[in-house]
């Protein structure tokens, strides 16, 4: 079992700054594929970012693509989301997962993530 802890949500104006973090405790945290989600109220959960095991390669939706950055320390077993230019509508619970790092499918996809925290809220003021 994977355990996640996000922390760093809060409130912040239009065009802010805000980082999240999530650290991971009982398995291998290298074997990993990491990822951040999104949920706002009535909406799917909605893909944010994702990198692979080694942090080599991340992937993003054109929604926040050249705003958002995902970095992962495998030393400190924690993943990172630096979220910049917040808009309104990036207003939602984010949330951190973990797949096995050998999982192949659809990455955007949360259900091939078997491994969930409990949310931070990130609220985006005008």
């Known amino acids: 079992q994977v355990q996640l802890v996000e922390s760093g949500g809060g409130l912040v104006q239009a065009g802010g700054s805000l980082s999240l973090s999530c650290a991971a405790s009982?398995?291998?945290?290298?074997?990993?594929?990491m990822a951040w989600f999104r949920q706002s109220p009535g909406q799917e959960r909605e893909f944010v970012a994702a990198?692979?095991?080694?942090?080599?390669?991340?992937f993003y939706p054109n929604s926040v693509k050249g705003r958002f950055t995902i970095s992962r320390d495998n030393a400190e077993n924690t993943v990172h989301l630096q979220m910049n230019s917040l808009k309104t509508e990036d207003t939602a619970v984010y949330y951190c997962?973990?797949?096995?790092?050998?999982?192949?499918?659809?990455?955007?996809?949360?259900?091939?993530?078997?491994?969930w925290g409990q949310g931070t809220q990130v609220t985006v003021s005008s």
């Open positions: 997962a973990a797949r096995a790092a050998h999982n192949s499918g659809d990455i955007a996809a949360h259900v091939m993530y078997a491994f």
């Open positions: 009982g398995q291998t945290f290298s074997d990993l594929t």
């Open positions: 990198i692979s095991y080694s942090g080599s390669t991340t």
